[in-house]
């Protein structure tokens, strides 16, 4: 059985930190593009960001660049979503994905995603 699962969410007040964790079982997660995205309330979803396969490439979303940093370790069929200088507008539930292309996390298409970790950046 396919399976993602998120971890390391939670509240934080802004400024704070936070470490994402993604977790695969039943699939390899080296053999596909890694990426985050996120939903608010009411908001549409929003690409975060994403690392190829080997880690030696990744991308960002202007919203978050210089203060996320996204990592992998394929041993452990992991991926990481360092997350600081947290905003209230960061606020939401964010899923990691896994895609043949960044391209398809960017657009929305993953072929994976999991069911998410909640992030709350308040005072």
């Known amino acids: 059985q396919l399976q993602f699962v998120e971890s390391g969410g939670g509240l934080v007040q802004p400024g704070g930190s936070l470490r994402l964790s993604c977790a695969a079982s039943g699939f390899t997660l080296a053999d596909y593009n890694i990426g985050w995205f996120r939903q608010a309330p009411g908001k549409e979803r929003e690409w975060v960001s994403c690392?190829?396969?080997?880690?030696?490439?990744?991308s960002y979303a202007d919203s978050v660049k210089g203060r996320f940093t996204i990592s992998r370790d394929n041993a452990k069929n992991t991926v990481q979503l360092q997350m600081n200088v947290l905003k209230p507008e960061d606020t939401a539930i964010y899923h990691c994905a896994a895609a043949a292309r960044c391209l398809d996390i960017v657009a929305g298409t993953p072929a994976y995603w999991g069911q998410g970790t909640q992030v709350t950046v308040s005072s």
């Open positions: 690392i190829s396969r080997s880690g030696a490439s990744t």
